[in-house]
Every structure is written in C-alpha cells, then in structure tokens.
C-alpha cells in the first residue's frame, strides 16, 4: 500500500521565478492539505483540498495556489518566489477532512 | 485562534529513561490531538491520535493522554532507545459543527536525545 508520495525531493529555484510542487494521497484518500515548515519551526497549514476545490486556507498570500484532480493528486504551485518562501512544503492526505492525516516525505524548496 | 505550546524545546537523556513530552493548547473545543515524529529534513510520521471524547491512547512503549478540559496532552515514552530520537510534534484539529476541517495547528516541537 503506497502512502503519501511528493515530488520533487529538492528544488533551488531564483527569486521571482515560480514553481509547482507535487503530491500523490496515499490508497483510498480523497482529502489533501499542504503545509509549509520553515527551519526549526512547526509545519503552517497552507490549504486544503476535498472534492477538487480548496476548502480552508490558511494564512498564506494569494501567490500561493493550488489544485486537486480526479484522482485525488494535489499541485502546490507558488508565484514570485521570495527567499522567505525556502522551507519543506509537506502534503498531507487522508478520508475525508476529519480522517487521521498522513504525511508524505516533503518537498525542500530553497530560493536564493 | 488556536495556539499550540511544546516544553520543553529540548531534551537529552540516557537511553532507559522513562520521559514525558508536553502539550497544551489555548482552544479546548478541538476534535481531535495527534502527536507525531519527525528526523532531520524527513516528513512527519504520526504515532498516536486522539479524538476529543478519549483520555488517552496507547502504541508499543508509548501513552499519549489528553485533558481537554484543561487544554493539555502528554506524551509518555517507555524505555528509551537511541533510535527515538527525533523531534516530536503535536497537532490539534478544531470542531466545526460535529466533525472537523482537518486543518492542522501544530506546537514548535520538542527535539529529543537519547543518548546510549
């Protein structure tokens, strides 16, 4: 049974370039989240996906966006990268919204 | 708005040790508290959930209890091994009506040693 898979692994990317990060739930799962964890901190809920619309977000500007497809996989996808935007990007997944959540391995996004 | 407090930050003991992790939050009208593990630049791996009608929850060597009551959680780890060691994090969900959003708010973490 495949759990939480996220790609790519790392990522350097140039401040205002954009960038679009990948998330596959584990079997059966139909709900996303995504959170951001800077350095030494606790992960930030970003936003949600049930049903291919975002259904909460979280504190995070609007060049933060994203999408879910029929089958349930999730983009993160961010615009004008800011140097402040480096950290582990983390999906999320589980049944329905309320479901014990698992998290997949983790995206490490670095801007310079 | 929802806070989560991690104590200690740190903390370093020998391997055998019996230890207790701490957690409270600000909000005591969550639906559910889950605690996980985290090593270095890796994701996170959940290791107990509570829901918010239970008082604790028990896997192997670890007991993780809940007070909602008074806004807090522990978590007790057995034994201590070296290979324990890692941050561990807890994390509430709030109620929205009879269930939850699933929206995570997680505390900074506490970063465990255990040291042979």
């Known amino acids: 049974d495949a759990g939480v898979t996220q790609s790519p692994t790392h990522l350097i990317k140039t401040r205002g370039q954009q960038v679009t990060l990948r998330c596959s739930p584990k079997?059966?799962?139909?709900?996303v989240s995504w959170y951001q964890q800077a350095l030494g901190q606790g992960p930030q809920f970003i936003f949600q996906?049930?049903?291919?619309?975002?259904?909460q977000r979280g504190n995070f500007p609007d060049r933060f966006s994203g999408h879910q497809f029929p089958n349930y996989s999730s983009e993160l996808n961010v615009n004008a990268l800011l140097l402040g935007d480096s950290a582990l990007y983390l999906c999320?997944?589980?049944?329905?919204?309320?479901?014990?959540?698992?998290f997949g391995p983790g995206t490490r996004l670095t801007v310079t | 708005k929802q806070e989560v407090t991690q104590i200690p930050a740190a903390l370093s003991v020998p391997e055998g040790e019996n230890l207790v992790l701490n957690c409270s939050f600000t909000?005591?009208?969550?639906?559910?508290l889950q605690w996980f593990r985290q090593d270095p630049g890796k994701g996170l791996t959940s290791l107990l959930l509570?829901?918010?009608?239970?008082r604790e929850q028990t896997s192997g060597r670890l007991n993780a209890s809940l007070d909602k009551s008074s806004g807090r959680s522990t978590l007790y780890i057995a034994a201590s091994q070296p290979g324990d060691s890692a941050t561990y994090l807890c994390?509430?969900?709030?109620?929205?009506?009879?269930?939850?959003?699933?929206?995570?708010?997680f505390g900074q973490g506490t970063i465990l040693t255990v040291h042979p």
């Open positions: 999320a997944s589980s049944l329905v919204s309320a479901g014990e959540q698992y």
């Open positions: 994390a509430v969900t709030m109620r929205a009506g009879g269930t939850s959003y699933g929206k995570l708010t």
């Open positions: 509570i829901q918010s009608s239970q």
């Open positions: 079997s059966g799962h139909d709900t």
């Open positions: 996906y049930y049903e291919e619309e975002e259904r």
């Open positions: 909000d005591s009208a969550i639906y559910n």
